[in-house]
């Protein structure tokens, strides 16, 4: 390569970086793999210094010399007391090896001692902690200065507001702690169902959605998700000796102050020892709460790491080895369309078996039309297939080398592929539906969705048992499902009796399922099973719910505002109950004889905090003070101006002042907003 043709490829490659950057920090919205990212920016910075010159030439920006920026508008913006830095990472067991005897060299000894920790998928954030009380939370942002994030922040339930004093770790008087925040799977998962219910697009992975959530701008809706957290570091500390001396009393440090940490990380002698724990690591980490892709090696005495110091980007005492990413590359053997529950139509890649992490995958999800159009999919192509995240893996992209001249761009079908229907894109979704309510497929899902385990569970109603029924016309609504007939059913089979017997006593007893899993049943948009169970504690009945109106869940009247249902899943309830459909459908299945339980604590009567005292203090993230007092005093609660002795609970939000302080010195239980919902429901 001439110095011409390497500065040529260096401006290319920046604004790639850059603009990949962008796509991954600021919108949350990536458009190509961690490891084709890598790839990119390791070329970059290979070029950069075998041509320094041409380096110099093409101009002083360069994004290899920036940790990326999260910052966004909206937030207050904080300056780190110490920096946040990144970590060198590698794919190459030789390269890591190198960051050994490059560290030994450099501290002139080879009998080095490391902590290998699982490098955690999130994003990271930086707690602030003044005299055990949570001060504020912050993002990375450009590893300088970053967001202040601490009303979204405070919606996690593992993060405390204080510090737990510890006998073997006195709390210092102030210290940055960080670590990551973090969508759980099971979280992601539901969030990624409800969203392709509702015709909106996915996210690409938990880190991307969590990314998103931090960033909003009501916590309302960030308490609509629920985020994780996990602390592995310490940034500013002081004094400076409470932050121990080995990276591994760090660790048990943080965790005897009361802070969620790794469930597992190893020591090593060396890193041949390293190099075996990493392959544990690779083994078991599926099995942990976040995705992780990759191990962190630390040195494990901070007085080495200190004697190591850093570049102006990264600590020369850690390097983050990361596993590749789960990857095959297979053919496109012909797309197929499903019809969602909702109607909507998502394309499906029929692939040709291939092994991927451990299991033999021939289907893998498209998406929608868009996806398929903007990374130019074509049956008979070879693509590369990815899990992120997700139980279904998806196509990430083709391979154009591989492109046979025959294949021809993919034709979105205009009709329903159930019911012939024509599909229809409503303003601002990516989707495609088939509007056609009474749609056999649409039909089918929504009984098994609402007979399902996780709604009001009528064991003997699985998949085959719901096709039947539809197809021969006796449910055509999960209203029908209390209307069955025994004749019917028996003309099902031969020797049918017992198993029809079992069916209708199932169904008749699912008539007092607890109320919220009749309300998730309905199907509405964005309402999961813990949204069903807060409306359910709400209305205390369908009828109710069903007659909701918009101020009932965000109104100028702040009392009868509900804690975790924001802005997006209110609009979804009314839109929902604006259908005639729906509101028949209520009517119908109370007149089939349903009649759900409602949750215990929202009987009229039920006082679950008769005889406590609360005093509240600063800003909670979902509840104005008001709302917080008013619904302590409905279940029997006090309020108190002052903190006494005889308090029962502080309810502390952020910024909260000296009343939290008398509160640790009076030895009064400190509770955040989840706890305190937690006490409302009657937990
Ligand atoms: S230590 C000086 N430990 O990965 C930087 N980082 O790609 C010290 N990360 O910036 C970071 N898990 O946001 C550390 N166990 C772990 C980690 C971890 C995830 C993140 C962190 C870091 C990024 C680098």
């Not at 999260?70 to 794919?91: C, E, I, K, W």
């Not at 202040?148 to 770790?169: C, E, G, M, S, Y």
């Not at 088939?434 to 998949?463: M, T, W």
Request: charged share 25%; hydrophobic share 40%; net charge neutral.
């Amino acid at each position: 390569m001439t110095s011409h043709e390497a500065q040529r490829r260096i401006a290319a490659l920046r604004s790639e970086v850059a603009a990949h950057d962008e796509r991954y920090y600021c919108s949350a919205r990536p458009e190509i793999s961690d490891q084709e990212y890598d790839r990119l920016k390791r070329e970059l910075v290979d070029l950069e210094s075998s041509f320094p010159e041409a380096a110099a030439s093409a101009g002083a920006q360069t994004p290899t010399a920036r940790v990326g920026d999260d910052r966004a508008d909206g937030f207050r913006t904080v300056r780190h007391r110490q920096p946040m830095q990144s970590l060198d990472n590698t794919y190459s067991e030789a390269e890591l090896r190198e960051f050994h005897a490059r560290l030994s060299r450099l501290l002139g000894r080879d009998d080095l001692s490391y902590v290998v920790e699982p490098k955690i998928d999130g994003l990271a954030v930086s707690l602030t902690y003044e005299k055990g009380r949570l001060a504020r939370a912050v993002t990375r942002g450009n590893g300088v200065e970053g967001d202040d994030v601490t009303a979204n922040a405070l919606t996690i339930r593992a993060l405390p507001r204080q510090l737990k004093r510890a006998a073997q770790a006195p709390v210092p008087d102030l210290i940055e702690i960080r670590g990551e925040i973090y969508m759980a799977l099971e979280e992601f998962r539901r969030i990624n169902a409800s969203r392709e219910d509702a015709g909106e697009e996915r996210y690409a992975n938990p880190r991307n959605l969590a990314a998103g959530t931090i960033k909003l701008l009501d916590p309302r809706e960030v308490a609509e998700r629920s985020l994780e957290l996990v602390l592995y570091g310490i940034g500013a500390c002081e004094p400076a000796q409470a932050g121990g001396d080995t990276q591994s009393g760090c660790q048990a440090r943080l965790r005897a102050w009361g802070l969620p940490t790794v469930e597992k990380f190893w020591t090593a002698r060396g890193i041949d020892e390293a190099w075996a724990a990493i392959g544990e690591l690779d083994r078991i980490r599926h099995g942990f709460a976040y995705a992780t892709d990759g191990a962190v090696v630390k040195l494990e005495s901070l007085a080495l790491q200190r004697e190591a110091g850093s570049t102006s980007k990264s600590p020369r005492w850690a390097m983050a080895y990361k596993f590749a990413a789960e990857r095959a590359e297979t053919r496109l053997l012909s797309i197929t369309v499903q019809v969602g529950r909702t109607g909507v139509l998502t394309p499906v890649a029929e692939l040709e078996p291939v092994l991927l992490a451990g299991t033999t995958v021939s289907r893998a999800t498209l998406h929608n039309r868009d996806e398929i159009a903007r990374k130019d999919i074509r049956v008979g192509d070879y693509v590369f297939v990815e899990k992120a995240g997700e139980v279904i893996p998806a196509v990430v992209a083709v391979n154009p080398a591989r492109r046979a001249p025959e294949c021809s761009a993919f034709v979105f079908p205009a009709r329903c592929p159930s019911c012939g229907s024509a599909v229809v894109q409503a303003a601002g979704e990516v989707a495609l539906r088939c509007p056609n309510y009474d749609c056999p497929v649409q039909v089918r899902r929504r009984v098994r969705h609402f007979a399902s385990k996780a709604c009001v569970d009528i064991d003997g109603l699985g998949e085959a048992m719901v096709d039947a029924v539809v197809e021969n016309g006796w449910v055509r609504d999960v209203a029908d499902i209390y209307r069955l007939r025994r004749d019917n059913l028996l003309t099902l089979g031969k020797s049918v009796e017992k198993s029809t017997d079992n069916l209708l006593a199932a169904i008749e007893a699912s008539k007092r399922a607890e109320l919220w899993r009749f309300i998730h049943g309905l199907g509405i948009s964005h309402v999961g099973a813990a949204a069903a169970k807060d409306l359910a504690s709400r209305f205390g009945s369908l009828e109710a719910l069903s007659q909701s109106r918009h101020e009932d869940f965000i109104g100028e009247d702040k009392e009868s505002r509900i804690a975790g249902i924001g802005e997006t899943m209110a609009e979804a309830i009314i839109e929902h109950f604006n259908q005639p459909r729906s509101r028949t459908l209520v009517r119908d299945l109370i007149r089939a004889g349903v009649s759900p339980r409602a949750p215990a604590a929202a009987a009229p009567g039920a006082r679950p905090l008769a005889g406590k005292s609360f005093v509240l203090t600063g800003t909670l993230p979902t509840m104005t003070r008001d709302e917080a007092s008013a619904r302590i005093e409905a279940a029997g609660g006090k309020i108190a101006s002052s903190v006494s002795k005889k308090t029962s609970f502080v309810v502390a939000g952020s910024d909260s002042g000296s009343k939290l302080e008398k509160a640790t010195a009076l030895g009064v239980s400190v509770i955040g907003e989840a706890e305190l919902l937690g006490m409302l429901k009657g937990e």
